[in-house]
């Protein structure tokens, strides 16, 4: 998903790096910025940062933060002007990868931001996590939490159905034939909506793509492959498949997202094919449900079974900070167990860190094994060289279940898209 996408889809859900796109505000913890004691803040985790900030200056006494929040569009337009402008806070929300203005390559590139690879935490962040918060091999943004996407099954449905998640693609289309056959659809699915058409794609694409290549994305960037050469084409097929063999309840793209959460959580449907911050969403459509995320599987041996998990939007420090100490101090103890657990309780996701002593809940058990086993790739769109591409294969999925495009056709556009670069 993409990170621009996650951007909006965190704007609106949650999804741990679901971004609140309300309005922001500035809240002074003391008088002065930039002073030894005072440290300058610019956010996007609004409702969940508050915590944070308090932990941080209870832990500091006499230290106070000067912090706005404010929603994921209005932001991005603003950070990149402010540090060209050299007015920019010594702490900022940057997300993953390379999706928008915010991003840790955007910003890495012309030297907006410290290197924070000599801090003891970079070193332990997960590979697939790493890989996102970096810039040439240098770690620029610190990822405090992380999302997955899977099935997502109700469980009283489920046992209503006599049912029982499947871990093999065969039986997926059994489990999608017999669910249809008792008159309850598998999985609800909102195409309305144009950012939920990637969430099965990419549970698909992270088994059946990167399960046997994890240097997949490094042989896109060189030139060596393409998505229409490539296993994106099998798992673009297998997506095509689910429909075909009615996974998914009727007409799909006359149903928005907030109407696929109602059909999950009222067992119209025994589930849906999302990330984990519906889960709370469905709980609160059915307060005595039981929700459990699962992989998506996409080939006979579970053993290769992969689940998208993606990194979230962290923090990083600015280049030129008025107060570099104080800003490291705040990343680090936003990077330790107790800041890290604060935002993944709030956020409902899980910490980017193993051993963080964080009570996972036991709907999120899978994913948590899959990302301690390093099971698990980031969401493809957090390495494309643009936008764009996900843009495309938004919109032409919608046009391949409304039968005027191909698998082959979004694919070859999608080529044309990355080919284009930055």
Sequence with gaps: MKTRTLTALVATTTAATLLAACSGGTKAGGSGGGGSK???LASVDQGSVEDVVKAFEKANPGVKVRYTTSG???????IRTQLASGTAPDVMSVWPGNGNPGATYVLAKPGYLRDLSDQAWAAKMPQAIKSVA?????TYTAIFGQNGIGAV????????????PPDTWTKLLAFCRAAK???????????????VTQLVLYSLVATAVYGPDRDFDQKMQAGQTTFAQSPWATALDKYVTMEKTGCFQKNPLGT??????QLAATGKTLGIVQGNWVIALLKQKNPQGT?????????????????????????????????????LKFVDFVMAPEGMNLFAKKQGGLPSLPDTGFAVDPSLTELSTFIRANRTVPFMDQRWPNPKVQQTMLSGLQEIFSGQSTPDKLLKEMDTDYKAGS
């Design 38 to 40: 005072t440290l300058t």
């Design 72 to 78: 994921a569009d209005q932001y991005q337009q603003q």
């Design 134 to 138: 970096q810039y040439q091999s240098k």
């Design 153 to 164: 099954y109700n469980q009283q449905a489920m046992e209503k159905a006599g049912l029982t």
């Design 181 to 195: 056959a008792k008159g309850t659809p598998a999985f609800a699915l909102g195409i309305q909506d144009n950012w």
């Design 256 to 261: 928005n997202y907030e109407a696929s959460q």
């Design 291 to 327: 929700f459990t995320l699962k992989a998506l599987p996409a080939t006979d041996e579970p053993s290769q079974t992969v689940i998208p998990a993606a990194a979230g939007a962290g923090y990083g420090v600015n280049a030129k900070a008025k107060n570099p100490q104080l800003a």
